[in-house]
């Protein structure tokens, strides 16, 4: 079946450092959508990139879709405390935005 | 503010016993989910609606029951929660079918002893 690969699945990092985590769909996506979700918490809708090779940035996170939109990043300059938590991207085909696929998020982890 | 309200945000039940979660949204929003997510885990869809147009997962077991009264309300019903039901159970809205960001609640930690 579809399927949203993501990785890493874990990540730690001291302050200060950048971080990168990645997804890649098995067939193209209509639109891929990026949520945080704080240990203890729920996900919250971060962004939603629509257009191939578009790129946006939300100030220190920047996320980009793929050109053949099979493939999104996020990436977070200068990392701090307050990112901890984990990262999923869900992708959704053409029409369906109310069939998420999810990947299985990345955990990243924060040094002081 | 609009939101996703889900009661109770910890619910404990007995095994077997059936047990039901709440869900309301402000928002006005066409589309209501109910997902499932387990420790380190994506959520897991179980349903949705589209207004009252009815949307179960072909994996979500017959355990699993919804209802959706009017646009502002969900339930799910959990008829003879097992141990294995045991999750974090997440309502979310969106506005259409077609594009946008969820809102989430607060989520329903079930416990079943």
């Known amino acids: 079946g579809q399927q949203v690969m993501q990785i890493p699945q874990y990540q730690h990092v001291q302050e200060g450092e950048d971080f990168t985590t990645y997804c890649n769909s098995s067939t193209t996506l209509s639109n891929i959508q990026w949520y945080k979700q704080r240990p203890g918490g729920h996900p919250v809708f971060l962004i939603q990139l629509v257009k191939s090779g578009e790129v946006k940035k939300q100030k220190r996170l920047t996320f980009q879709f793929g050109e053949a939109k099979k493939n999104s990043s996020l990436h977070i300059t200068a990392t701090q405390t307050t990112d901890v938590g984990t990262y999923f991207c869900?992708?959704?085909?053409?029409?369906?935005?109310?069939?998420?696929?999810w990947g299985l998020g990345t955990s990243l982890a924060v040094n002081p | 503010d609009a939101m996703v309200i889900q009661n109770p945000r910890y619910q404990v039940t007995q095994f077997g016993k059936p047990v039901t979660l709440s869900c309301s949204q402000t928002l006005n929003h066409n589309v209501m989910y109910w997902y499932q997510q387990k420790s380190s885990q994506a959520p897991k869809l179980l349903f949705h609606y589209y207004d009252k147009d009815f949307n179960n997962e072909a994996d979500t077991p017959d355990n699993f029951q919804s209802r959706r009264p009017n646009t502002s309300f969900c339930f799910l019903d959990i008829r003879s929660p097992g141990l294995g039901d045991a999750a974090m159970y997440l309502c979310?809205?969106?506005?259409?079918?077609?594009?946008?960001?969820?809102?989430f609640g607060s989520g329903t930690r079930l416990t079943v002893v």
């Open positions: 869900a992708g959704s085909r053409a029409g369906n935005n109310r069939k998420l696929i």
């Open positions: 979310a809205t969106s506005r259409d079918s077609y594009s946008g960001g969820y809102t």
